[in-house]
């Protein structure tokens, strides 16, 4: 089994995930063909494995692309992130993307701890300071009562998120400011917006800037965390939609978490396995747009592995070769079957 990349020599490194191909932290397979490359991560180059060395291993690689929710496609490419830190590279028709809520009831069960612990602690503190006020006025608990307010004061206006639009600036928002954060339609129709208020002055952000933005503000409103069956509740809303993207889009329409004058569209007003959807579906979409970002790439270096590896193998296999794939495909279940 090869170690290192034949193009620059060094070392392809190793994986603890596919037990028949332990080499390589990026693996590229084809089922439909029967290929599978080790991707180089410092020049991005594709080292196709022996053949004896592929069956199992391609097999593997695919029911793991199929459990791996974080993942996104092209025509002809796609790319999922293993939880262990193997990339996948899988080649053929898109799969399905799925939503992965299994990743979010830990991490807002884990906040609701928090947050209650805070809360306890915050009464203890009270009670304290209760008592040394009253202690230093010689009178009622009266002393503690406004010392807590000095704190309660200090905390509300400590920033929460700083904003830093395309023009350079940097837009900071307290505790007492985030409620005042609405989402909209865009005027035109394509896409959302959001809204920053400050005093009377009301901004708008539009596009992936008022994405980035509402990802920076809603895990701050969501600080308290949630309950198992609300963090439940919020998964059904965007499975309702069948898409995070879609769930996005729908979130914002109508006049609906209406704010003073009755106005529409503020977060704050949304009810709280809403506000637990929306960051789901924002930190979803982000992550996926991280990984379009490598796919372009990975489509045309794609194209020129396969290349060669249609050469390399058509030189190794004998003329009844491809029956024989084709006949191993269908005894073990393998190929390229959308979901």
């Not at 029967?34 to 004896?52: D, H, I, Q, T, Y």
């Not at 060395?53 to 391609?58: H, L």
Request: net charge positive; charged share 30%; glycine share 10%.
């Amino acid at each position: 089994m090869f170690k290192t990349c034949m193009f620059c020599n060094r070392p392809l490194g190793t994986n603890e995930v596919i037990e028949h191909f332990p080499v390589g932290r990026r693996l590229a397979f084809d089922a439909e063909r029967g290929r599978l490359w080790v991707v180089c991560r410092k020049f991005e180059r594709w080292n196709l494995s022996p053949l004896e060395e592929r069956w199992e291993a391609v097999e593997m690689c695919e029911r793991l692309f199929r459990d791996t929710k974080l993942r996104v496609s092209t025509e002809n490419v796609g790319l999922a992130k293993h939880p262990e830190g193997l990339d996948l590279v899988r080649i053929g028709q898109p799969m399905r993307p799925e939503f992965a809520a299994w990743r979010y009831g830990d991490q807002f069960g884990r906040r609701r701890k928090r947050a209650i612990m805070y809360g306890v602690g915050g009464v203890a503190v009270f009670l304290g300071l209760d008592i040394v006020g009253a202690a230093a006025t010689g009178g009622g608990g009266m002393g503690g009562y406004w010392i807590w307010q000095i704190i309660d004061s200090w905390r509300n206006s400590v920033t929460q998120a700083k904003l830093r639009p395309a023009d350079g600036r940097v837009i900071k928002r307290n505790k007492l400011e985030l409620p005042f954060t609405r989402r909209r339609p865009a005027e035109d129709g394509q896409g959302l917006r959001l809204s920053i208020r400050k005093g009377k002055k009301e901004e708008w952000f539009e596009g992936a800037e008022a994405e980035r933005f509402a990802s920076q503000i809603v895990p701050r409103m969501n600080s308290k965390g949630g309950k198992k069956q609300t963090v439940q509740t919020a998964v059904s809303e965007i499975e309702h939609y069948g898409h995070p993207d879609d769930f996005l889009a729908q979130v914002v329409t109508g006049d609906r978490f209406l704010g003073k004058g009755r106005v529409p569209g503020y977060i704050d007003k949304m009810p709280a396995p809403t506000k637990l959807a929306l960051e789901m579906a924002l930190h979803e979409e982000e992550e996926r747009r991280a990984l379009e970002g490598e796919l372009w790439r990975l489509e045309r270096a794609w194209q020129e592995a396969e290349e060669i590896a249609a050469i390399s193998d058509g030189l190794l296999l004998p003329t009844d070769a491809d029956d024989f794939i084709e006949k191993h495909r269908e005894d073990t279940g393998g190929g390229a079957k959308p979901l």
